[in-house]
């Protein structure tokens, strides 16, 4: 009964916009179900570091390599800020990783495909943070306040990251035709993996209804992948690119692009592991996990010796 009365008193929480910090009182499943999401995306974050970062070294400018290098930075820190969030509802970096690493977590799907020329790079900074800004400002005003706090700071990088992005793809549109070739060809290789980063339609997510109720997500999976179509539609049309999708049209009375069907069976593969890239993402972060062993080792020495010798002085 006792649960069930706080089931309700946070209930009325959540329903009078407030928003939950990490020692407040939670249902056990709100808790569970933050841990979940928050520790995909943070895995999503520093797995999707690996498409980008194949291309510092080949990056065609200073210019272009600098901006590149800070932009898969500035992921590396969403992924440890998200980490950090994450800890606060009781579970252990240690932990987190481990799920990754055993398969047991999963990461956004979109990291699963392969980065084959430097249109590819400019193709992610646009489509890809594009989503993820449509996704992440909802998640800004998500009702547990560390998530909505690091969506705030987040959300202003991928904004960056998608204008810098664009800038690129507008470039290289009005380039050669072969530029022209190559970033077309980029889109048609990325837009429909990047529909699918919002997930399964409404009538198959089984998480969508309860993160609702709770005040996680404010809008479902199909009215977030909706706004990415409307708004990416036009600015591909504004610097002369198609949308590699025959069923594509405006519909007058809705004031919305309709498209296609996402191709679901390629999606299900992906998200179980048989993506073309989904073995060789997963033997990178084991190799750097296992690469970096001595430094969380030498870490954790320093940390004992410090503690000795505050010891010792007291
Ligand atoms: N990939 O019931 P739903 C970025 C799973 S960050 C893999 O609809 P939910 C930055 C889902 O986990 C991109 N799995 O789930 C960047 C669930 O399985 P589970 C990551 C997916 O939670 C840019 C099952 O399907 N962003 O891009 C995917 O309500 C450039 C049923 O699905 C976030 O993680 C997928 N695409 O909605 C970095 C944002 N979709 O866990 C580098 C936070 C669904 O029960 C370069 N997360 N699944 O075993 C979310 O907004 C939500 O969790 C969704 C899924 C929308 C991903």
């Known amino acids: ?20 910090e990490p020692k407040d009182r939670m249902p056990e499943r709100y808790r569970k179900q933050l841990i979940r999401m928050m520790s995909q995306h943070a895995h999503s974050e520093i797995v999707g570091m690996l498409p980008e970062g194949n291309w510092i070294t080949r990056a065609p400018s200073l210019k272009r390599k600098m901006i590149l290098l800070s932009k898969v930075q500035d992921e590396a820190g969403h992924g440890l800020y998200l980490y950090s969030a994450t800890e606060t509802l009781g579970i252990s970096r240690d932990e987190m990783i481990n799920q990754l690493l055993t398969g047991q977590a999963k990461y956004s799907s979109i990291f699963n495909y392969p980065t084959l020329s430097w249109a590819d790079v400019m ?11 449509i996704n992440q400002t909802m998640l800004a005003r998500s009702s547990y306040g560390p998530y909505s706090r690091a969506m705030i700071r987040i959300c202003k990088e991928e904004s960056f990251h998608k204008k810098q992005g664009y800038e690129m793809v507008a470039t290289m549109a009005g380039g050669t ?7 077309q060809d980029a889109v048609n ?10 997930g399964p339609h409404d009538n198959d997510s089984p998480n969508s209804a309860e993160l609702i109720k709770w005040g996680v997500k404010s809008k479902t999976n199909d009215e977030l992948r909706q706004s990415f179509v409307d708004r990416h ?18 519909n007058k009375e809705t004031g919305h692009w309709d498209f296609g069907e996402i191709d679901w069976d390629e999606f299900w593969s992906v998200v179980k592991g048989n993506g073309p890239m989904n073995r060789e993402r997963m033997k990178a972060r084991r190799e750097a996990h296992e690469n970096g062993r001595w430094v969380r080792e030498a870490a954790e020495a320093y940390a004992r010796k410090q503690r000795l010798e505050e010891e010792k002085a007291l």
Do not use: C, Y
């Open 1 to 20: 009964m006792e649960e069930q009365i706080s089931h309700i008193e946070f209930q009325q929480r959540i329903d009078n916009g407030e928003k939950i």
């Open 123 to 133: 193709v992610i900074g646009w489509l890809v943070d594009g989503a993820a800004i």
């Open 177 to 183: 035709p072969e530029q022209q070739e190559m970033v």
């Open 189 to 198: 290789r990325w837009w429909w993996p990047t529909l699918m980063m919002f």
């Open 233 to 250: 539609v036009a600015e591909a049309h504004a610097v002369g690119l198609e949308i590699p999708d025959p069923d594509l049209k405006f």
